[in-house]
């Protein structure tokens, strides 16, 4: 148990410890970083996996030349795009068979009528916003399924959001690398980029709270 709980760990706090797989896998190391960024947007179970740390950690290396920022960039954007197609076409074929009752207590046909037109309407929006907030991005797509959004917008805003997702971090890794602020605490900078990262669900949830209280 102990191993297993262990090994959890490093696999999540991956961007922590990117420096030693750098080390014990080389090459290999782009593709364990796709699949990581593929997971984490390919599939609703596995929102907890690094993302935006992960692609700043990345950079930093690639700016102590232990990876290629090209290379990573382009790897990257990749699986971050398959990720989310992936996890359009779940929810494109799952939502027929979660809509299926027409009185379902809990779900009803008219909510994924709604998902429709909202993802027709905002689908662009949503779907590159979402890339820059934990979570959501990982839901966004699979609602996009869903809710049927028409398949060439969501691939259209898919490829644009998954690069500028990935090269915003990536880069600012790699050209804020020599801050001796991050070089002196770069686990705190990554802890406060994962920081950042959440506080807008952390803010959004507490205005809910907010009006709640009002009601």
Known sequence: MHFISGFADYFVNLDKHLDLIIQSFRVWTYLLLFLIIFCETGFVVTPFLPGDSLLFAAGVMSAREQLGVGWLILVLSLAAILGDT??????????????????????KKEYLERTHKFYEKYGKETIIIARFVPIIRTFAPFLAGIGYMTYWRFISYNVIGGIAWVGIFVLAGYFFSDIPLVQNNFSLVILAIIFV???????????????KGKR
């Open 197 to 211: 990262s959440v506080l807008p669900g952390i803010i959004g949830f507490l205005r809910e709270i907010a009006v």
């Open 86 to 107: 992936v996890n359009y076409w779940i929810g494109f074929f799952v939502g027929p068979k979660i809509f299926t009752k027409e009185k379902s207590r809990f779900v």
